[in-house]
């Protein structure tokens, strides 16, 4: 059944995609033929999804144009999720040790509590500024990190305190130091919403990359490629690069997933 409910769910994601795609097409090709158009939207305008496809396969590989060269989108992308894991593995390792202290312990939820519910609610567009004035490179990784940092801060204090307090009560019982507790209990009980920080995170991370090599113009990454294009008036290859966002950003997603489900099952 459960196989079943899986192979019907893809088969409606599937048809879901098919079907915008052939939405999207019909309405273009309305609007440029004068038969329908959206008020305000210059909908003529907008590739088709065969445009943005020959667009992508054509932007895909490095091209050399005799001394010059343009980056392919293998290459933006390379980079870009290259930032994105350094800043996501950095928030990994400070958010979660910052987490599970403040999460356990009173005096240190006291004390960061204030700081962190002031920093998080800074955009990580907020800090690009301060990061080219501050960062002389990895500026990019730097608005990665403030992205990822606080939503596995956040639900990893929220799965510390979730944790069943009769848990820590018989480890207390049975002789088990704070630290073995928290080693033992807490964190394995915490774990789920750990991931889930983490996941939310690096979406967080993922859109604030893009923006910040728009405003940076970082020389390679999907966000600089994007802004690049739309300068050049190459539109197909500007919604190209937006596609591959998209399409890049959901795996993710769906890996951390299931990840998640795995270690959930294991755990069950």
């Known amino acids: 059944m459960k196989f079943e409910t899986g192979k019907r769910g893809l088969l409606i994601n599937i048809l879901s995609l098919i079907v915008f795609t052939i939405v999207w097409q019909i309405l273009v090709i309305l609007a440029r033929n004068d038969i329908f158009n959206i008020p305000f939207i210059r909908l003529r305008d907008i590739p ?14 490095t091209r050399i144009y005799g001394p010059s060269f343009t980056y392919g989108i293998i290459n933006h992308v390379y980079a870009s999720l290259q930032r994105v894991i350094q800043g996501g593995i950095i ?4 958010g979660v040790p910052v987490g599970i202290g403040v999460g356990y312990s009173k005096f240190l939820g006291n004390l960061f509590n204030p700081i962190i ?10 800090w690009i500024p301060l990061s080219i004035f501050i960062f002389v490179s990895g ?11 606080f939503p ?40 789920p919403s750990i991931i889930t920080g983490l996941r939310i995170g690096i979406g967080v991370g993922w859109m604030a990359i893009v923006a910040a090599e728009m405003v940076i113009r970082s020389p390679v990454g999907l966000g600089y490629f994007i802004w690049n294009m739309g300068d050049l008036g190459r539109y197909s290859e500007m919604v190209a690069g ?7 950003g959901y795996i993710m997603n769906i890996s951390i997933l299931l990840l998640q489900r795995r270690f959930i099952n294991w755990v069950d």
């Open 117 to 126: 519910e002031i920093v998080r609610n800074m955009p990580p567009m907020a």
């Open 48 to 61: 088709t999804p065969v445009e943005t496809w020959y667009a992508l396969v054509g932007s895909m590989f």
């Open 242 to 248: 937006m596609v591959v966002i998209g399409v890049i």
């Open 91 to 94: 928030a990994f390792i400070i």
């Open 139 to 149: 500026g990019s990784i730097f608005i990665v990190f403030i992205g990822v940092v």
């Open 152 to 191: 596995i801060i956040l639900n990893t204090i929220q799965g510390v305190k979730s944790t069943d307090s009769r848990l820590i009560d018989a480890a207390k019982t049975l002789g088990a130091s704070e630290s073995m507790i928290v080693k033992k209990v807490v964190i394995p009980s915490a774990f």
